[in-house]
């Protein structure tokens, strides 16, 4: 009979789920959002688009993370 996998019971919030929605949610309002402020900005190189996309998506992800986690942590 093979060894038991340990299980664990997180105390407070759990970290992995959060991460895991973080990633999910900032993809699927993030993509988006960059295209919509993109429009409003001259990009002339592909540099360009890509610094604007990684300081946009910095921001997005940094607000997602906490909206995720404090929601995590009132649901709980």
């Known amino acids: 009979m093979p060894t038991r996998v340990e299980?664990?019971?997180?105390d407070g919030v759990d970290?992995?789920?959060v991460?895991?929605?973080?990633?999910?949610?900032t993809?699927?309002?993030?993509a988006p959002l960059v295209t919509a402020l993109s429009t409003f900005v001259t990009?002339?190189?592909?540099?360009?688009r890509?610094?604007?996309a990684i300081r946009v998506?910095?921001?997005v992800w940094f607000l997602t993370a906490i909206a995720v986690f404090l929601?995590?942590?009132s649901a709980r």
Not at 19 to 24: E, G, L, N, R
């Open 7 to 10: 299980t664990t019971n997180p």
């Open 15 to 17: 970290y992995g789920w």
């Open 19 to 25: 991460m895991q929605t973080t990633f999910v949610v």
């Open 27 to 30: 993809i699927v309002v993030g």
């Open 43 to 48: 990009l002339t190189s592909w540099a360009a």
């Open 50 to 52: 890509a610094e604007f």
């Open 57 to 59: 998506g910095a921001v």
């Open 71 to 73: 929601y995590a942590r």
